[in-house]
């Protein structure tokens, strides 16, 4: 039996092999590789109006903060009104869904990969409390705009985004028949209507008041456990791993 050890020990090497090679570490307070964020969340005293929210850890700065408030900011030279003017109630929420995506240290959990010239790292499929998109897509329906998909397909020649020459402007409505139509159509699904409400803990707001700290940390917690789970039924064993009670059961 002097070797009777030696399987134990073989398996325990082959499942932290799998684990780490699985089993991400990295979804909770991240910032995605992208156009301007942050490489790590941290405080930021500074955050501009709308992206206080995120003061206590943000993957943006305050002058990020303050430029994505801007008509045509220069972070994106992207155009709200590229149909005239977008009403002031419906552009609060694109100035919100700003601050989520450039602040949010939260949504590790829907971060991929992508080949695109000016990012890595995109959200995909992040699940937005269905009031959040509702109060969004009904503020904004009786304002104008030309596309379905704002990713892609702009005129850039004149250096902002123009409504290509066959896109006609008509309402957010016409464009946007449902909610999920909007938050999911827009940025190419970066999001996806979730069916959880605001204070589920299941799914993430774009609004919420910084006195009660951030209630997507606990979302994200869930989803990112979920996944793990998910990817790696074992994975509680990798904490073992460390323990001396895991040396004296490989060495019988
Ligand atoms: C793009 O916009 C320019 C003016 O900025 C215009 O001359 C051109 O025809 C437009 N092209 C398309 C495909 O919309
Ligand atoms: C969504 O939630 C409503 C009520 O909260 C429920 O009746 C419905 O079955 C849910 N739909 C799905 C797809 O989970």
């Not at 090497?13 to 941290?42: E, F, N």
């Not at 020459?165 to 909610?179: D, I, S």
């Not at 996806?192 to 409400?197: C, E, G, L, T």
Request: with cysteine; aromatic share 12%; net charge neutral.
């Amino acid at each position: 039996m002097a070797w009777g050890w030696m399987p134990r020990l073989l398996l325990v090497v082959w499942a932290a092999t799998v684990c780490s090679a699985r089993d991400r570490t990295d979804l909770l307070s991240v910032c995605m590789d992208a156009k301007h964020h942050k490489t790590k969340p941290g405080p930021e005293d500074k955050l501009h109006d709308q992206c206080t929210p995120w003061k206590k850890n943000a993957c943006c700065s305050a002058s990020t903060s303050q430029e994505l408030h801007k008509d045509t900011s220069l972070l994106y030279n992207f155009n709200w009104n590229h149909c005239g003017q977008m009403e002031a109630k419906c552009k609060r929420h694109f100035i919100q869904d700003n601050c989520l995506y450039e602040c949010s240290p939260n949504l590790g959990p829907w971060i991929r990969q992508v080949d695109q010239s000016w990012r890595r790292e995109r959200f995909l499929d992040v699940p937005l409390c269905r009031e959040d998109c509702q109060s969004w897509w009904e503020d904004c329906r009786t304002s104008h705009t030309c596309k379905t998909n704002w990713q892609k397909g702009w005129n850039w020649t004149s250096g902002i985004n123009e409504c290509p020459v066959k896109a006609a402007c008509h309402t957010f409505e016409f464009y946007f028949p449902t909610p999920a139509a909007l938050c999911e159509g827009l940025w190419d699904h970066s999001y996806k209507v979730s069916n959880y409400s605001r204070g589920s803990g299941r799914c993430i707001q774009m609004w919420f008041d910084p006195a009660h700290g951030n209630p997507n940390e606990e979302v994200a917690k869930f989803y990112a456990e979920a996944m793990r789970a998910a990817a790696a039924p074992w994975a509680p064993t990798r904490a073992l791993l460390l323990s001396p009670v895991l040396l004296l059961w490989v060495l019988g």
